[in-house]
C-alpha cells in the first residue's frame, strides 16, 4: 500500500511539472524571461542601413555628371543629356540649350575635367553649401560665370548632381556672345553648332585648309624675302655672283604657319 502511494505521489509530481511548463511556455508574458535565460544567443543584430545604389548614368559624382553630359551632347542624344539638367529645364526646347551648353563648355571651360571630384558628397568647397560644387568658371561680358552643379534628390536613382539652375540661365546669353564674336558670326549656324571631338565643324573646316594655305603663303614669303635679301647683299658687297639665300629653312615655315594660325584664332574668335 505504501508502494502504491509513493508511485501516485511521483506520477502527481511530473504532471504538475508538465503543466507548468505548458503554462510557461504558452504564456506570452514568459517568454522574455526565457528568452533571458538562452543568453540572448537567439537576439538578432540590427541590420546595417543599405548603401544606396549607384545611379546608371554617373551622376552620382560631380564628374561623372559633368562627363556623362558631355558624352551624350556630343552624340546627340538629347534625351539623355538633359537627364543632367535641373528638371526645371527639361522638356520643350532643352535640345537647343543641351546644343548650346555643350559648345560653351567646349569652348570655354578650362580643361581640368580629371580634377573634378569623384565622391558622392563632392568637393564641399564651401562648407555653407554642401550640396553644390563649381567645377569650373568661364568669361563673359557680364563677368565670371560658375559653373555649378546641385546635389538633389531624384526619386529613383536617389541623391544625383545636377547642373544648377542659375548656370543654365545664363547658358543662351553666353553661347550668343560666342557665337556673334568674330568669323563664327558668319557661318552658317549647323557649321556652329555640330561638333566632331567636342570641336565645332567650322573650326575644323579652318583647321584644314587653312594650313595647305598657309603653307603656301610661307614658301611665297621665303621666295619674296630672297630676293629682297640677294638684292641687298649684291647692294652692299657691289658683287652680283652671290646666289639667292635660303631665309625660311621648312621648319621656320612650320612656324610660321603656327604662329600665324594662333593669332588668327585670336583676332578671329575661334
Not at 149 to 168: C, I, S, Y
Request: aromatic share 8%; proline share 7%.
Amino acid at each position: 500500500m505504501k508502494k502504491f502511494i509513493n508511485k501516485r505521489s511521483g506520477w502527481r509530481a511530473i504532471g504538475g511539472i508538465t503543466i507548468a511548463t505548458v503554462l510557461a511556455v504558452g504564456c506570452p508574458a514568459t517568454w522574455p524571461q526565457l528568452a533571458a535565460l538562452k543568453g540572448g544567443s537567439t537576439a538578432q543584430a540590427p541590420a546595417a542601413p543599405a548603401e544606396p545604389a549607384a545611379d546608371p548614368l554617373g551622376r552620382t559624382t560631380p564628374k561623372g555628371a559633368v562627363l556623362g553630359f558631355l558624352a551624350a551632347s556630343h552624340k546627340k542624344n538629347f534625351e539623355l543629356a538633359e537627364e543632367y539638367l535641373d528638371a526645371r529645364f527639361r522638356g520643350n526646347g532643352s535640345d537647343q540649350l543641351v546644343e548650346q551648353f555643350a559648345v560653351v563648355l567646349d569652348k570655354k571651360l578650362p580643361a581640368k575635367l580629371n580634377l573634378l571630384s569623384e565622391k558622392p558628397e563632392g568637393s564641399l568647397a564651401d562648407p555653407l553649401t554642401p550640396n553644390r560644387d563649381v567645377v569650373g568658371k568661364i568669361q563673359t561680358s557680364q563677368g565670371p560665370l560658375d559653373i555649378a552643379l546641385e546635389r538633389v534628390d531624384d526619386k529613383k536613382a536617389g541623391k544625383v548632381w545636377l547642373f544648377a539652375p542659375e548656370t543654365l540661365s545664363a547658358i543662351p546669353g553666353v553661347f550668343d556672345e560666342i557665337n556673334t564674336t568674330g568669323i563664327s558670326q558668319l557661318m552658317p549656324q549647323s557649321l556652329v553648332v555640330h561638333t566632331v571631338g567636342g570641336v565645332p565643324l567650322f573650326e575644323w573646316m579652318a583647321v584644314l585648309l587653312g594650313v595647305p594655305i598657309l603653307w603656301v603663303v610661307a614658301f611665297l614669303l621665303d621666295l619674296l624675302l630672297r630676293w629682297i635679301a640677294l638684292l641687298v647683299w649684291r647692294w652692299r658687297s657691289r658683287r652680283e655672283d652671290l646666289d639667292k639665300p635660303q631665309v625660311l629653312t621648312r621648319p621656320g615655315r612650320l612656324f610660321l604657319v603656327a604662329v600665324t594660325m594662333l593669332a588668327s584664332s585670336e583676332w578671329l574668335w575661334l
